[in-house]
């Protein structure tokens, strides 16, 4: 599934691009977890400088094909730094593009340095898009992987033995294929905030036939791209969570292909010169494929009441939550899929424990706030500490301030953070959600992020009566979680749950992968039956 970039996932970033309302920015690098510290950033080094005053001895181009359409490239060159260290920088280009506005550009910057050895010393990745912006620094600090935000907080987790970056991994497949071509390594993933186990396969292999059927479904692939004849090994890449992806080695063990699977579609990053990498781009637009069509056109008098859908679902390893708004039972019939009935208070989850309630109180990358928004929230709602107004009357002030600060006009250049999000005021359903979560868990509201499918009568991006990818914020006010939307308004029984987080790009990103494979098959008003 991902590619193997130093520290992100290729297959990641471009699932932030394609997913539900285009968002390009995935850069989930950090989080709360072990100790958090503030530190200093004097240490911060001037990667550019340092390329320019070190020898660059080898530069790489890859084109991205996503189906026959490349929508991007990335740029790879390495230099020496001293005799005892090397560093590596890559950089992914990739062109998105909304229905009706310009063709935007994403780009992140990894940064990884190595010693001579293959030993990981430091990770640096920047990201940038219209609305998102981040930087983090991850550095070996004695037996720790000590990972760094923008604000200086800082993330410490325990250096398994077996983490590698690129120089690091060469070794251990070059190792792997004098035995048995099998080799496990660990590691880190920004996405997850955590090492993950990695299993890598080597198989000999010619360029043979799959080389043609490749150039003829890829046309801006140039037929003398000889690097086709020196694939060498195929690798098969398993990630602990099940994740695959295939990659193609020469005899040093670079990487001269990788390919995964997305959205339903064959993702490819194929090597190539400047030319062929850089030419020929098409913005990427794949909003549509996450789009759910109602089966008809939902009353809004339907709306206002209870609404049972039967919905096609591919994981039936995560199926929908039950809630307070909506019950769920597996579909009947042997059919796959589920029932879900969404309601005012139909549901029946359990009453959440101590340690939940807690944790939907804490802090995370996502959902930090800079000390002017905790104020303004402590003043909006100001009798909350002495019981004047309830969590829910807080809940509803809080929710007109977001829908007032963030611009009426939705962005969809990127996944921002609730801070970012309350300093520009831009983003989409996703900023309104983490800002108004975040707001509230400054005043010690308990909140949780709710990701799914808002249905709309309107036109969106040109399609009507259609299920929108959404997401939303869950309040615990002392009975239940209730709902509440900043971006879209009042709740109501066309809003179906899919999932709950705390706020991570990564557990959104799997719940729009998902709606590729999912559908709405039918929606059934509920009607109560009058009184004898």
């Not at 100790?35 to 950033?41: D, L, Q, Y």
């Not at 219209?130 to 923008?150: I, M, S």
């Not at 969570?241 to 490819?268: C, K, P, V």
């Not at 909140?447 to 799914?452: D, K, P, W």
Request: net charge negative.
């Amino acid at each position: 599934m991902p590619f193997t970039l130093p520290g992100v996932t290729l297959q990641r970033v471009l699932v932030c691009v394609v997913f539900s309302l285009g968002v390009a920015a995935c850069t989930p690098w950090i989080g709360e977890g072990g100790s958090s510290t503030a530190v200093s950033r004097t240490d911060k080094i001037d990667e550019n400088s340092v390329l320019r005053e070190s020898v660059v001895d080898e530069q790489r181009w890859y084109a991205l094909f996503l189906g026959e359409q490349k929508i991007g490239y990335r740029f790879i060159e390495e230099a020496r730094l001293d005799p005892a260290r090397r560093m590596r920088r890559e950089r992914l280009h990739i062109v998105h593009q909304q229905p009706g506005e310009l063709a935007r550009v994403s780009e992140s910057e990894i940064y990884a340095i190595e010693s001579t050895e293959g030993e990981p010393l430091e990770i640096r990745k920047v990201q940038r898009s219209d609305t998102a912006n981040h930087e983090f620094l991850a550095t070996v600090e004695g037996n720790n992987l000590v990972v760094r935000g923008q604000r200086g907080e800082a993330m410490f987790k325990p250096l398994p033995p077996r983490w590698r970056l690129h120089q690091g991994r060469r070794s251990a497949w070059r190792a792997a294929a004098e035995r048995d071509g099998a080799v496990v390594l660990d590691e880190w993933s920004f996405s997850l905030q955590r090492f993950r186990v990695v299993e890598y396969r080597l198989t000999p292999i010619t360029a043979g036939e799959w080389t043609e059927s490749l150039v003829s479904r890829l046309p801006d692939l140039p037929v003398e791209a000889k690097w086709l004849q020196r694939i060498e090994w195929q690798v098969e890449r398993v990630e602990d969570d099940g994740g695959r992806s295939q990659l193609y080695l020469d005899a040093r063990f670079d990487i001269l292909a990788e390919h995964s699977e997305t959205a339903g579609q064959s993702l490819w990053l194929l090597a190539c010169d400047e030319h062929c990498a850089t030419s020929n781009i098409e913005a990427v637009n794949h909003v549509y494929q996450r789009l759910l069509r109602s089966p008809y056109r939902i009353s809004d008098s339907a709306l206002n009441s209870r609404i049972r859908y039967e919905l096609e679902w591919p994981d039936s390893s995560a199926p929908p939550p039950e809630t307070a708004d909506q019950h769920v039972v597996p579909a009947k019939g042997g059919r796959s899929g589920y029932l879900v009935t969404v309601c005012d208070r139909c549901g029946e989850e359990p009453m959440p424990a101590a340690k939940v309630l807690q944790q939907a109180l804490e802090n995370n990358y996502w959902l930090t706030l800079p000390d002017a928004a905790r104020a303004t929230a402590r003043e909006l709602v100001s009798g909350l500490a002495d019981g004047d107004i309830s969590r829910r009357g807080a809940m509803n002030r809080l929710t007109r301030y977001v829908t007032a600060h963030m611009n009426e006009v939705a962005s969809y250049a990127g996944y921002a953070t609730a801070d970012e999000a309350y300093r520009s005021g831009e983003g989409d359903c996703t900023e309104h959600a983490l800002l108004l979560a975040a707001l509230a868990r400054s005043v010690g509201i308990p909140t949780r992020i709710a990701m799914g499918v808002a249905y709309n009568n309107e036109r969106f991006l040109g399609r009507r009566f259609v299920f929108v990818p959404h997401m939303w914020v869950q309040a615990w006010t002392g009975e239940v979680w209730e709902s509440y939307d900043s971006a879209l308004g009042s709740f109501n029984a066309g809003y179906i749950t899919l999932g709950i987080s705390q706020g991570e790009q990564d557990a959104y990103l799997a719940i729009n992968n998902a709606l590729v494979k999912a559908d709405v098959l039918s929606a059934v008003q509920l009607r109560r039956r009058p009184s004898p």
